[in-house]
């Protein structure tokens, strides 16, 4: 029995030698199991706070870019309204001016008649003038070519707004008809040719003094 004993001494050793080298790797195969879930889990982490970032400049780039959108809308409104108001200026005048040529045509119409005559403001009829000559008609129709070159310019600065067009822009007859009150151009009463001129240079006509003032 004491014989046995030194080798039950050494094999109990082994034994419990053997189980603290189990635990041991046991515990160490949990380490590493744990360092690559901490590894993970910063990884993880770190794609998190990428995602973050970038979702945050997304929304801020967002936020310029409307941010600019609703003062370019704001912008566009002014011009619009500056546009309008433009418009209806410009309309007043033409009108202005059409009352003016219709005067002037009138007036015209009634020295065709009877070149002796001229009319008196404010009297629809026409009492004998001794100073009525050629030179005087020669006025009268000057008078009225210059209403139909307001006329005209007049139509040209509203179309030009309406169609947004700038300084030198060319255009057609066709192009101003609508913007005319008779859908067409009118003539000179002394035989005369218009000339349209692009957009921001006056109109002219071919006869000589029949032009707009500076």
Known sequence: MKALLPWLCVVGLAIGLGWVYAANLKKDAELIALRVDSQQLEQLRAELEATNSAQTQAQSEELLR?????????????????LRKEKQQLEAQVQKA??????????FQALRVNPAQTPVPGQPGTVPHPAATP????????AICINNL????????????????????????????????????PTCPAGGVYTINPVGYAPLCSIPGHALGK
């Open 135 to 142: 030179q005087a008609t020669e006025q009268q129709q000057a």
């Open 98 to 107: 059409e009352a003016q040529a219709q005067g002037a045509q009138a007036q």
């Open 150 to 185: 307001r006329q005209i310019d007049g139509a040209k600065e509203q179309w030009a707004l309406e169609k947004q067009k700038p300084r030198g822009a060319l255009l057609t007859v066709a192009d101003l008809a609508p913007y005319l009150k008779t859908n067409a151009l």
């Open 66 to 82: 409307l941010r600019k959108e609703n003062e370019d809308l704001l912008r566009l409104r002014n011009e619009v309204s500056q």
